[in-house]
């Protein structure tokens, strides 16, 4: 999905800010405030959502219980993603004012949130999203798309360039 090219660009650009937080430096406050809206407005709100209330219910569906497990797991991860982003932005007052155990909740909620989405990313691309390609007829596929379609209209015209354009900035705000 080209979503998760977007996503995992964001993992990277979080990696690169956890190593600097590893080796003792402070990102900048901005840089976390153009995470959380990343993290909130694409990941979850425009591809999370896609994938929880049209993809896995179709999916579901189709296998009749089957692999209610494996829904469970990826529903579960994105709910432990809003979780951690929601830590880090409980956080961020007082890591702007420079209290040393808020960095350290930032840097532990980090490493979790990029551990927990690259696993869940692998798992989508190589097995789940192999499953839709077997298991779904051309024509759910075309529906599916056309929702997807419907949802995807419902966010401004702009969005797809402001949320690239937020990860450059977040980039560059490391340097
Ligand atoms: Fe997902
Ligand atoms: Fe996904």
Redesign the pocket.
């Known amino acids: 999905m080209n979503e998760h090219h977007l996503i995992q660009q964001f993992l990277d650009v979080l990696e690169a800010a956890k190593v600097q937080m590893e080796m003792g430096k402070k990102p900048k406050v901005k840089f976390f405030h153009q995470a959380l809206e990343f993290a909130r407005l694409f990941a979850d709100k425009y ?2 959502f896609k ?2 209330y049209l993809l896995f219910s179709l999916l579901a569906m189709k296998k009749k219980g089957e692999i209610d497990g494996q829904i469970e797991a ?1 529903r579960y ?2 709910e432990q993603g809003r979780n951690l982003i929601n830590q880090i932005a409980n956080a961020l007052n007082s890591y702007k004012n420079g209290q040393e155990v808020a960095t350290i909740t930032i840097l532990e909620n980090l490493a979790s949130y990029i551990a927990i989405l690259k696993k ?2 692998h798992q ?1 691309d190589h097995v789940f999203f192999l499953m839709v390609a077997k298991e779904v007829t051309a024509a759910e596929q075309q529906e599916l798309a056309e929702a997807f379609q419907r949802e995807e209209a419902k966010m401004d015209e702009k969005f797809l360039a402001k949320m690239s354009d937020t990860l450059i900035e977040m980039e560059t705000l490391l340097v």
Request: glycine share 0%; charged share 30%; aromatic share 0%.
């Open positions: 591809h999370h994938e929880e990826l991860s994105h869940h990313l989508e």
